[in-house]
Each structure stands twice: as structure tokens, then as C-alpha cells.
């Protein structure tokens, strides 16, 4: 029943197998049951641990100061949703930057200003992958990509741009 395995570890110093089922197969039936206990429970604080903290607000700066143009600033804020498996934009448009293949340059997420590029819903895989995908007006799609970590507490989000090739620098959003 228990295999070659089993057979060469049950044999004792005389050099028969055990036919009881004592020692041998009791440690093995324990050790199976740990093995199992085990991985409920990091299981379990694995999945926990793989979302949004429900209803939070992340917020997250890409600039110190003020960005000098009417209805724009340098804070994103997100909102989770009731279920901790989705970011959603909440704040104004925000001013940061395009690092681009041939130079860059300023870039407008969000919110309502004239050109600004929109953000995608966040979603939140298993492993605590960040991912997101929405198209402008314009035909261009912007992607964010990134990691969940500290129990949902923090997030690293970088956001690209498809054509041309371009994505902004990091952003950690905090919850508030």
C-alpha cells in the first residue's frame, strides 16, 4: 500500500519490514496530516493577504508641491472596493511624467482636464499583481502594472502608455 518508498524506510535494523503498521506507518499518517494542516493554513493567509484593504482610500504622489495648472495635482487617490479586489481612480487629474524610448515628457492621467489619458479599473490577481488596461479617445491604450504588498497596505503601480512605447515612473500608493 504505502509503495518502494515506505518499504525501504520501514526496515528495521534486522532487515524485514515491519508487517504491524506500527512506527513506520504512524509517522507517515502524521506527517501527512501536518503536511495538510500546514497548507490550509498559509493558504488561507496567503489569500487574506492578495487584496485591497476593503473600502481604503491609497492615495499616492508623483510630485512635491503644487503642479501650477487649474484642476490637476500631484496625488492619485484610489478607492477599493467593498471586496478589496479592485482600485478605482478617484481624484483629480494628475501631473506626472512620460519616460519614453526618445525622450518623454509631461503626462495627464485621470480625472476631467482636456488630454489627460484615462485610468483603468485595477484589479488584483492571487500572487497580488496589479493589473489594469483602458483606451483613450485618441485609440491609445494605457496599461498599469504592478504589486500589492505590506498585507494590502501599500502598492506599486507603473502606468504605460502603447504607442508611442512610454511609461511613467512608480508610484506607491499608501492607504489613508
Known sequence: ??????????????????????????????????????????GSAASAATGFRFSALYTGRTCKGSTGLKGTTCVFRFRASRDGLTLRFVGDTVVSSWIC??????ALIGGE??????????????????YGSAR?????TITVEGQL???????????HLA???CASPKVTLTVQ
Open 101 to 106: 524610448k526618445r525622450g518623454g515628457g509631461e
Open 149 to 159: 504588498a505590506g498585507n494590502g497596505r501599500t502598492a506599486t503601480i507603473t502606468f
Open 163 to 165: 504607442n508611442p512605447s
Open 113 to 130: 482636464h482636456y488630454g489627460a489619458e484615462p485610468v483603468p479599473v485595477l484589479h488584483v490577481k492571487s500572487n497580488g499583481a496589479i
Open 1 to 42: 500500500m504505502c509503495g518502494v518508498w515506505c518499504s525501504r524506510t520501514r526496515k528495521g535494523a534486522t532487515g524485514h519490514a515491519a508487517r504491524s503498521g506500527g512506527v513506520g506507518r504512524g509517522v507517515a499518517r502524521r506527517s501527512t496530516a501536518l503536511a495538510v494542516a500546514a497548507l490550509l493554513v498559509g
Open 136 to 140: 483613450s479617445g485618441t485609440k491609445k
